[in-house]
């Protein structure tokens, strides 16, 4: 299965941004689809954005146009940049990939918390 690794978490005030990284072990390009995943207390995780391998997207109607997913072949990374965040986006947020046997794995999660 494949390993995930997420960074970028972190403290950030109403409004601001953060970029959040997933860094896989192998080709991401062999990977049916790597999404964006988050989870706050109390509540069951979600589907927050997602990259097919031809590039297509898709994302929660919560963070459209404020959260853009992107990757980089060459680094093997996912990225979910995070802009105009709300306090209701505070979650742990999970990388997740999807490969071709249907394989599901998940990266550890990093904390995201959006407070003034």
């Known amino acids: 299965q494949v390993q995930l690794v997420e960074s970028g978490g972190g403290l950030v005030q109403p409004g601001g941004s953060l970029r959040l990284s997933c860094v896989a072990s192998t080709d991401i390009f062999n990977l049916d689809v790597m999404g964006w995943y988050r989870q706050a207390p109390g509540k069951e995780r979600e589907l927050v954005a997602a990259?097919?391998?031809?590039?297509?997207?898709n994302y929660a109607d919560s963070v459209k146009g404020r959260f853009t997913i992107s990757r980089d072949k060459d680094k093997n990374t996912l990225y979910l940049q995070m802009n105009s965040l709300k306090p209701e986006d505070t979650a742990v947020y999970y990388c997740?990939?999807?490969?071709?046997?249907?394989?599901?794995?998940w990266g550890p999660g990093t904390q995201v918390t959006v407070s003034s």
């Open positions: 990259m097919y391998t031809a590039g297509s997207t």
């Open positions: 997740n990939a999807r490969d071709s046997l249907s394989r599901r794995s």
